[in-house]
């Protein structure tokens, strides 16, 4: 088992990162972010936590347009915000539903609404409020003279591209994946409930060094599965199933996102020449992957090769997506998206196909774009769909 990275960043980590998002501000006129989903407030400060989990609280980061991040969060995360480079805490006993940091978000804002400045808050596509709207107009109209613009395409632009720090931690947990799906022919066996497989995955990938699995899902059915989505059942594998898991492991708050297909005891026709396909069409999206090629460009030349079979127009709208903090983050590999690749940019490839009588089939690797084109991250599959 390969050595793991350090856990966390340095200062230095989150401090680049904020003068990259200054320097993009001072270009969009911005005085700052007021930022309040995880993955935001992680990405500038380090505060990592499972607490997020819980509704309760809302949490909050401004990135001014100089100097330091600040915290506005409820009181009971002050000591974990501490061991982060952040500074400027700013507590309130939480939850209090009359004022759920309202009054430290207004004494914050108010100098710059009074200017009549700008601020930036995630309004785009993938991204959410995550407080409630009624506090959010409150604060809004507590604040005349603010104007608020979409911050989507800032911080977009600065998450997509991951450090070498960031790459490092996902491409460890994308060998942790590797090396737990190697492990399904010794956990699969026919007669096995589909839900125990699932459990067996989950306890290998801890075995291996995941800090948890919060993601796995998959089907199994007679020549090819159905849905990849819905929960495991009770219902046992039997000779003649194919088999796919799927799962967004997780190291150090950073994922891998890559699936594998299996059959049981036997494999039909029709499911290998699927599997041989989406191989090839793979192969080509990495093939294609470079700098300077676009999410548009990689979606055609994966999907060329799908049309020698997909006869079912099995539309799942993408064939991959970004990958690093979040499970799915931007860009999309899809026909509607003309991101421009570029180095250091850490993606998924997952083509799919529908075939037969309503079955499909999905494949996916992990990979970061590198200046000579994509470098696997997940260990490739196997090239012939492989036989428990």
């Excluded at 009971?76 to 009054?103: H, V």
């Excluded at 796995?216 to 219902?235: E, F, H, M, W």
């Excluded at 083509?351 to 260990?379: K, Q």
Aim: charged share 25%; glycine share 10%.
């Amino acid at each position: 088992m390969s050595k793991a990275p350090e856990r966390g960043f340095p200062d230095t980590e989150f401090a680049t990162r904020t003068s990259r998002a200054q320097a993009l501000m001072q270009r969009a006129g911005l005085a700052g972010l007021l930022l309040m989903t995880e993955p935001e407030v992680r990405y500038f400060s380090g505060f990592h936590t499972l607490f997020w989990q819980s509704p309760t609280r809302p949490w909050f980061l401004f990135v001014p347009a100089s100097g330091k991040p600040i915290a506005i969060i409820p009181e009971i995360g002050a000591e974990l915000m501490r061991r982060t480079w952040i500074q400027d805490i700013r507590t309130w006993s939480a939850p209090a539903p009359n004022d759920d940091g309202q009054s430290l978000l207004t004494e914050l804002l108010t100098p710059i609404a009074r200017r009549k400045e700008s601020i930036g808050v995630m309004k785009g596509h993938e991204t959410s409020l995550r407080m409630p709207l009624g506090d959010y107009e409150r604060l809004l109209d507590g604040l005349p003279g603010l104007q608020v613009t979409d911050a989507t395409p800032l911080v977009r632009s600065m998450r997509m591209v991951k450090s070498a720090a960031e790459i490092q931690k996902i491409a460890h947990i994308c060998a942790v994946g590797s090396r737990s799906f190697a492990g399904v022919p010794d956990l699969a066996h026919q007669g096995q409930p589909l839900e125990e497989l699932f459990r067996e995955f989950r306890r290998e990938a801890l075995k291996q060094g995941a800090d948890d699995v919060p993601y796995l899902v998959g089907g199994a059915d007679q020549g090819g599965y159905r849905d990849v989505i819905s929960p495991p059942s009770r219902r046992p594998l039997n000779a003649g199933d194919i088999v796919m898991l799927d799962t967004g492991a997780a190291w150090d708050g950073y994922y891998c996102d890559f699936d594998r297909n299996f059959a049981i005891g036997r494999a039909d026709d029709l499911s290998r020449r699927a599997y041989d396909v989406l191989w090839r069409a793979t192969q080509d999206g990495i093939a294609a992957a470079r700098p300077g090629a676009t999410c548009r460009e990689l979606y055609h030349a994966m999907q060329s090769v799908i049309a020698e079979m997909d006869d079912q127009g099995g539309d799942v709208g993408r064939l991959g997506h970004g990958l690093g903090m979040q499970l799915t983050e931007w860009p999309s590999i899809a026909g509607f998206d003309d991101t421009v690749l570029q180095e250091n940019m850490v993606l998924t490839l997952e083509p799919s196909l529908g075939y037969g009588d309503g079955r499909i089939m999905v494949h996916e690797e992990n990979i970061v774009i590198r200046p000579e084109g994509a470098r696997l991250l997940s260990s490739r599959a196997e090239l012939e769909l492989p036989v428990i």
